[in-house]
C-alpha cells in the first residue's frame, strides 16, 4: 500500500459526488419514466380486455340472430310447394 499523505481533496470530492448524483437521479428519472409507462401499459391493457370481451358479446348475439334468422328461412323455404 502506498504512503500518501492523508488530506481531503474537496474539490476533487465535489466532482466525484456531484457526478454520483448525476447518476443517480439520471437513474431515478428512468426508473419513474418506466414506472409510468408499465402503469399506463396496465390501464391500457385493462381497457382493451373489457373492449375484447364486449366485442366477443356482440359476435355471440350477432351469430345467434344470424342462426335465428337461417332457421327461419329453412323453415319458410320448406314451406314453399314444389
Known amino acids: ?16 459526488s456531484a457526478r ?20 399506463r401499459l396496465r390501464a391500457e391493457n385493462h381497457d382493451l380486455r373489457q373492449q375484447l ?3 366477443k358479446n356482440d359476435a355471440k348475439r350477432l351469430n345467434e340472430r344470424i342462426e335465428g ?5 329453412e323453415s319458410l323455404l320448406a314451406r314453399l310447394p314444389d
Not at 21 to 38: H, M, P, R, T
Not at 69 to 73: E, V
Open 20 to 39: 454520483v448524483d448525476a447518476e443517480f437521479n439520471s437513474l431515478e428519472a428512468k426508473v419513474a419514466q418506466f414506472v409510468g409507462l408499465c402503469e
Open 1 to 16: 500500500m502506498q504512503n500518501r499523505p492523508l488530506f481531503l481533496d474537496a474539490a476533487a470530492d465535489l466532482k466525484h
Open 53 to 55: 370481451a364486449s366485442a
Open 69 to 73: 334468422a337461417k332457421l327461419k328461412l
